[in-house]
């Protein structure tokens, strides 16, 4: 069965602070790893990362994926109030299972201004 | 216009009845998904149906039965509601099948409590 693990469960910084949220993963026949942010709704889609070392950036958000290792970090820097969520780590099935997204618990992430 | 809609946002209700929540999606997407999420914030696959026909049944019990009358719709019906059902029921779509590149949609999650 594919397993997501995150760490921390949970967070609190500053604004300003750099964090970063750790996720290792365990699957069959890897293909791809999701961030995701949820905020009072509905999760909303960060990045996709699919080879490793190839960091994903967006603004002060960046991800990167180590295959060998079996996990990805997702780093954001000069933390602001807004991005206080909760950040899930997913990862699709190998083969042609139909969106079967395990998720990993998620990090709670409180930035205090 | 949103891309996932459930309906209802917030249900409150008691246990042993019988309740039911809508999904649409009009992405044009070809496969549909039922989410939950307990309090601890896990969110687990309940359903998948591409193109109207099941694909994913996790282990779920019979309660809750899905309905997908066309590609666009998947609703949720649950039986004899029990408290351990209240949780947030998260819609999803995308085209496809994950990991092949393509993003799957969350709705804004239906806030179902069981008192």
């Known amino acids: 069965e594919d397993k997501v693990v995150q760490s921390p469960l949970s967070l609190v910084v500053h604004e300003g602070d750099t964090v970063t949220l750790n996720c290792s993963y365990e699957?069959?026949?890897?293909?791809?790893l999701l961030w995701y942010k949820q905020e009072k709704k509905a999760p909303t889609f960060l990045f996709m990362l699919?080879?490793?070392?190839i960091e994903k950036k967006s603004g002060r958000l960046s991800s990167i994926l180590d295959k060998k290792e079996l996990f990805s970090i997702l780093n954001i820097t000069a933390t602001q109030t807004g991005d206080s969520a909760i950040y899930l780590c997913?990862?699709?099935?190998?083969?042609?299972?139909?969106?079967?997204?395990?998720f990993g618990q998620g990090t709670i992430l409180t930035v205090h201004p | 216009d949103t891309a996932v809609s459930q309906t209802p946002k917030y249900l409150v209700t008691q246990m042993g009845n019988d309740k039911s929540i809508k999904c649409e999606q009009n992405?044009?997407?070809?496969?549909m998904y039922w989410y939950k999420q307990d309090s601890k914030k896990f969110l687990k696959i309940m359903f998948s149906?591409?193109?109207?026909?099941?694909?994913i049944n996790e282990t779920v019990p019979n309660r809750f039965s899905p309905k997908s009358p066309d590609k666009a719709h998947l609703n949720l019906h649950i039986n004899s509601l029990e408290l351990g059902d209240s949780a947030v029921y998260f819609c999803?779509?995308?085209?496809?099948?994950?990991?092949?590149?393509?993003?799957?949609?969350f709705g804004e999650g239906s806030w179902l409590t069981v008192v």
């Open positions: 999803a779509s995308s085209q496809g099948f994950q990991g092949g590149g393509n993003t799957i949609y």
């Open positions: 699957v069959t026949n890897f293909r791809s």
């Open positions: 699919t080879s490793s070392g």
């Open positions: 997913a990862v699709p099935p190998g083969g042609t299972s139909y969106g079967k997204l395990t």
């Open positions: 992405l044009g997407h070809d496969t």
């Open positions: 149906y591409n193109n109207k026909e099941l694909i």
